[in-house]
């Protein structure tokens, strides 16, 4: 439970966000210098909804990121979205960055999932991004389209938020919402955050490190522990 920093390093590297790593794996070398265990180093507010097409399949999926007040400042300033220096970005370099603030193009996986019947769902590289500065932080949007549109009907589909390695702690603090069709919600399964703590910590602990504390550690999909799950319900 103290290799955090040597982690966050690993982390950052694969995780492709816009802010520099360097800058936010410094917090961890601080902690794991002080014996702090290790924990995620950006918080993102998360809403989302699935898009149903016209015959009652879902076909796409728009999804908003609030990210964290420091994160928003080290976005703010490291990519000189705020020319006058006033705190407030303008919205013609917010609209220029949108879409930027992780690296798509190298493969970021995006931090969502869709399964059917418990097998995943493809999802297509995002579209129609979107970025907005409210309430002092970073909020950006795009829509996720399938790469087929999926039936409904006889199967289970469960939505999650999240980052398989932890790095990012991904929050729905509202009711994920359904367009395009009536009669559907999404019925939240919260997790066990007591014993996702305990998995990660003997997860984290069984890392051996000695030889080379900057090599990619491969951990299992740690992140699923600490997520709530949204089964789709239709009448």
Known sequence: MTRSAPLCRC???????????????????????????AHPHIFIDTDF??????????????????????????????????????GVPEQERLDAFAGQDVDWDAGFPGDFTLTIDGAPIELDPPVSHTAEWRDERYVTSHIR??????????HDIVARAYDTTYFVAYDVPGEPGVIGREG???????????????KYGDLLAAVDMASDPFEVVDLPDIGILFTDAFLLSCD
């Open 184 to 198: 559907c919600s999404l019925l939240r399964n919260e997790a066990d955050f007591e014993a996702a703590r305990a």
């Open 145 to 154: 389209p399938l790469a087929e549109p999926a039936a409904i009907e006889g």
């Open 49 to 86: 909804d699935l898009i149903f097409d016209a015959d009652g399949r879902i076909e796409a999926v728009l999804v908003e990121w609030t990210y964290d007040d420091f994160y928003s400042l080290l976005l703010l300033e490291e990519k000189d979205l705020d020319e006058n220096g006033d």
């Open 11 to 37: 982390f950052a590297v694969r995780l492709g966000r816009a802010a520099s790593a360097g800058v936010v794996c410094a917090a961890g070398v601080l902690l794991w210098a002080s014996g702090a265990s």
